[in-house]
């Protein structure tokens, strides 16, 4: 199933991924320093995935095809993976059209904070 998946960086800092099915990560966000601000840009991908001119579908230099989303103001939400083709990145658009605004949200941000106080607990 589809998701976005939110994570906390070593730096402190939230981001989140939106996965496929397959457990690949289709779109990456930005980092943002509060977790609100990153639950925001989840709504924003969900509501601005649905608006076609938002997508910008690029070509790296070594020729790999991939995509910026980007929110009303012309800010990037999210920055797709690298693509083998246009075909491919073509087909990760529409995955995240049709599956973003119903996405689950799952927060992985808490689990180093779980796994220290549960560890911090069994060494006590």
């Known amino acids: 199933m589809e998701k976005f998946v939110i994570s906390k960086n070593t730096n402190g800092e939230f981001q989140f991924d939106f996965i496929d099915k397959k457990g690949k990560v289709i779109l990456r966000s930005g980092e943002y320093t509060?977790?609100?601000?990153?639950?925001?840009?989840?709504?924003?991908?969900?509501?601005?995935?649905?608006?076609?001119?938002k997508f910008f579908r690029k070509t790296s230099l070594?020729?790999?095809t991939y995509f910026n989303l980007k929110a009303f103001n012309g800010k990037i939400i999210g920055v797709s993976k690298m693509f083998k083709d246009r075909f491919s990145r073509d087909k990760g658009i529409e995955?995240?059209?049709?599956?973003?605004?119903?996405?689950?949200?799952?927060d992985r941000s808490r689990q180093s904070i779980k796994m220290i106080c549960v560890s911090y607990d069994v060494a006590v």
């Open 34 to 53: 509060r977790k609100l601000m990153c639950l925001k840009g989840i709504e924003s991908v969900k509501r601005n995935s649905q608006d076609n001119i």
């Open 62 to 64: 070594n020729n790999e």
């Open 95 to 106: 995955s995240l059209k049709k599956k973003a605004p119903s996405a689950l949200i799952e």
